[in-house]
């Protein structure tokens, strides 16, 4: 099973930029579809964008695209999310999440392992 570390997370005002990244264990970062995941206060967790294990194909939700990138580095066992224009909305913590099927997913009662989560305030 791999193991999920993210970091990046912080406070930022409105209209700023964050970078989280996710560091997996092991060498069979390569056999799967990532993910990153938010989850607010009082509300269920949510997808926010997936990538393919090749990092050729990724799936946003609608309420992030023009403003999230979701990349990977395999060589590094990395997972990135560039996160721009960020929104007061966007305040949650941000989980990474790892899944083995090779096909993407926005459910994340799909995904094998996850990260501890890091948080993200955006203030107004």
């Known amino acids: 099973q791999v193991q999920l570390v993210e970091s990046g997370g912080g406070l930022v005002q409105a209209g700023g930029s964050l970078r989280l990244s996710c560091v997996a264990s092991?060498?069979?970062?390569?056999?799967?579809?990532m993910g990153w995941f938010r989850q607010a206060p009082g509300k269920e967790r949510e997808f926010a964008a997936a990538?393919?294990?090749?990092?050729?194909?990724?799936y946003y939700v609608d309420s992030v695209k023009g403003r999230f990138t979701i990349s990977r580095d395999n060589a590094k066992n990395t997972v990135y999310l560039q996160m721009n224009g960020l929104k007061p909305e966007d305040t949650a913590v941000y989980y990474c999440?790892?899944?083995?099927?090779?096909?993407?997913?926005?459910?994340?009662?799909?995904?094998?392992?996850w990260g501890q989560g890091t948080q993200v305030t955006v203030s107004s």
């Open positions: 999440a790892a899944e083995r099927s090779g096909v993407m997913t926005t459910d994340p009662k799909k995904y094998d392992a």
């Open positions: 092991g060498r069979t970062f390569s056999n799967y579809d």
């Open positions: 990538i393919s294990r090749s990092g050729r194909g990724t």
